[in-house]
């Protein structure tokens, strides 16, 4: 006879931050030193399945279908052991996870990841958490992972301890049409990770005054998503885009992101927008360049960045839904 093993799988998507969290108060617990607000981007998907098995002696990983041995294995396991201690399980895991896009696109994959794989392991570890509780505990796996876990428009509250920090959605998908049309420029992952430049943050003579300011950010992108105003968004997007990479700038070493194609392209959004077309760019912890439209502007911006020198790969991405869990067959 069968024993059905504990297993379950999760689907989540990765997010784009409108205000962007850089720096940490906390870098053991990824307690960030502002808030951030961000789209969940619909269309890209993370799959995980993870299944406790007493006859594994080491958690394994096989990702998008090659079974890995790195530093990638270690955050996951990390990962798992803060779920074992929640729910008392002692028993290895396997975890599945695949990408529907490639890891190589350029796209920020680890809040999507740290999502899907903190819904199947508490779910399959028998651990029922609300959507707040399996935010916090995403965040420890990878801070933008706490947004990834909500649909739609999602704010990440800063807070001061595990409990106060965490992410919920402020409005959901249908509140406003906006498209995230991410221009690839590279597909090459970057040379330095995320969690290397929040450690670099407080050496940056300026990020003591971006971190000051981030409520008014904050407020203003609240406001400007509530009343659908572009013009207003744009405006305190790219400024808060601008103020972080201004920060990885000034830096000890100094951070660049950005290629020769970032700052064309970057250069070309506000030019269009000065002519008329509503559309604006934010840049993450690598060179893609995220333009952000209304759903009406998405096809002529989409032709404009696929005419574009240097731009590889589009993909055009709604406000998408929550982590969720799939149907698992029995083992
Ligand atoms: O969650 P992390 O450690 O990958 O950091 C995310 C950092 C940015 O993507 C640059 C900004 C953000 O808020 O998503």
Redo the contacts with the bound molecule.
């Keep these: 006879m069968s024993t059905r093993l504990p297993c379950a799988t999760a689907v989540s998507c990765p ?3 409108l205000i ?3 720096g940490s108060q906390d870098t053991e617990r ?1 307690i960030p030193a502002n808030g ?1 607000i ?1 789209i969940t981007l619909a269309g890209l998907e993370t799959t995980t399945t993870v299944t406790f098995d007493p006859d594994l002696a080491t958690d394994r990983l096989i990702l998008n279908g090659a079974p890995r041995s790195d530093s990638s294995l270690t955050r996951v396991s990390g990962h798992l052991d803060r779920v074992r201690r929640l729910s008392g399980l002692t028993t290895h895991a396997e975890v599945i996870s695949g990408n529907n896009f490639p890891l190589g696109a350029g796209i ?1 994959s ?2 999507s990841a740290f999502a899907s794989l903190t819904l199947a392991a508490t779910q399959a570890a028998g651990l029922e958490l609300s959507p707040r509780d399996l935010s916090r505990q995403a965040r420890l796996g ?4 706490c ?1 990834s876990v909500f649909g739609g428009y999602v704010e990440w509250h800063a807070g001061d301890s595990h409990e106060t920090s965490f992410a919920e959605t402020i409005f959901p998908p249908e509140h406003w049409s906006l498209v995230d049309v991410v221009a690839v420029v590279n597909r090459e992952p970057k040379p330095v990770s ?2 290397t ?2 450690g670099l943050a407080p050496t940056s003579p300026i990020q003591t005054g971006r971190v000051a300011d981030a409520p008014r950010r904050l407020d203003g992108c609240r406001q400007a998503l509530l009343e659908r105003d572009f013009d207003r968004l744009a405006a305190i997007v790219e400024l808060d885009s601008n103020l ?1 990479h201004a920060v990885m700038l000034t830096s000890d070493p100094p951070l660049l992101y950005w290629s020769p194609s970032t700052i064309m392209l970057m250069q070309e959004v506000v030019a269009w927008r000065k002519a008329g077309l509503g559309v604006c760019y934010t840049v ?2 690598g060179p893609n360049v995220h333009c952000l439209c209304e759903g009406s502007n998405a096809p002529e911006i989409a032709r404009r960045l696929r005419a574009m020198e240097g731009v590889l790969d589009l993909y055009e991405c709604r406000p998408g839904p929550p982590a969720r869990l799939m149907e698992t067959s029995a083992r």
């Design positions: 997010n784009i931050a962007k969290y850089w990824n951030s961000s920020a680890s809040a990878s801070g933008s992972a947004r995320s969690s430049g929040h972080m993450d912890a």
